[in-house]
């Protein structure tokens, strides 16, 4: 049994994304509730001596500099979820590296290091858009975590590696990837890397679910801090699309710190950048 995980939160503001969503700039009312978002995870994370990766959005880094700096500050890993939360299959190498480059300059700024990692936005690297994997190691990138190895309606790569490995990029170089877990439960994969997953499934179905890849193999997981804001998350805006939308965010969402908890209480707890230092067996090329 392994009894570790790499724990990993996307930060990116809800507020500011999906104000963005239905056409609003919601920037001035964000910074209080992503501060206390992400103190209540770094509390609990201190007391159970636990460290994780934040994937930080440079949109909401400029907005919120001073949040990623505590983040850094506690001891944990900065890396990269691109600037501007575009999906990358939707842009071109040109678009892609103008975004990196912009999202590494400004959390190289707050940290005072400059990221060795990045998940895109809603897991968006598929296999048409392996180029992007040359685009972040010229950017000083060198391990990705984007690949979600399941088929999903919006994003998996169905028949990608469960474990850790790397993958050949067109130019012909390597870079490592650490896919996100999911469950192999005869010959169908699973999801349950955590956000919506961990919102929606109860306590004990993750608990079995996440013994069980351990059993195999390192879990990567994933959260948001809009996961963990003590209060209803809502734009107050009177579309329906919006209410349909703010609703589902909503679901099962008072029980995730609970959820947490029980995780970092039970695994230690590692960044992706201590995974790799500490022991990965020799890495499969796929
Ligand atoms: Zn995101």
């Given amino acids: 049994m392994n009894s570790r995980v790499v724990l990993t939160f996307d ?6 994304l999906t104000g963005r969503r239905f056409g609003i700039s919601a920037g001035r009312v964000t910074r209080g509730r992503l501060k206390s978002q992400v103190s209540n995870i770094l509390d609990l994370l201190e007391l159970h001596d636990a460290r994780a990766t934040f994937f930080v959005l440079g949109m909401t880094a400029e907005l919120c500099p001073e949040v990623i700096a505590e983040v850094a500050e506690r001891g944990h890993e900065i890396a990269s979820h691109g600037f501007g939360h575009q999906l990358v299959r939707s842009l071109d190498p040109d678009l892609f590296r103008v975004d990196i480059e912009r999202s590494v300059e400004i959390l190289h700024q707050i940290s005072g290091r400059r990221p060795t990692g990045y998940r895109a936005p809603e897991f968006s690297i598929d296999r048409s858009s392996f180029w992007a994997f ?14 979600f190895p399941f088929q999903g309606q ?4 169905a028949d990608a590696p ?11 170089r390597q870079i490592t990837e650490i ?4 469950v192999d439960l005869w010959g169908k994969r699973l999801p349950i890397a955590g ?13 079995w679910a996440v013994s069980r890849v351990a059993s ?16 209803t998350l809502n734009l107050s805006l009177r579309s329906r699309a919006s209410s349909i939308f703010t609703l589902k965010q909503n679901l099962g969402r008072a029980s995730i710190m609970g959820k947490l908890r029980r995780l970092v ?16 067996p020799a890495l499969a090329a796929e």
């Avoid at 040359?134 to 690949?147: A, H, N």
């Avoid at 195999?216 to 209060?231: A, G, I, K, N, V």
Wanted: hydrophobic share 35%.
């Fill in 11 to 16: 930060l990116e503001d809800w507020f500011q």
């Fill in 195 to 207: 956000g919506g997953y961990w919102r929606l499934l109860p306590g004990p179905v993750l608990d």
């Fill in 162 to 172: 469960l474990g850790v490995h790397r993958v050949r990029t067109p130019s012909g």
């Fill in 216 to 231: 195999e193999r390192t879990p990567m997981l994933y959260f948001h801090p809009y996961e963990f804001d003590s209060r």
């Fill in 179 to 182: 896919p996100l877990a999911v």
């Fill in 265 to 280: 209480s039970t695994y230690r707890c590692v960044t992706a950048e201590q995974f790799l230092e500490l022991g990965v």
């Fill in 154 to 157: 919006r994003y998996g790569i």
């Fill in 134 to 147: 040359d685009v972040l190691l010229d950017c000083g990138v060198t391990y990705d975590s984007s690949v």
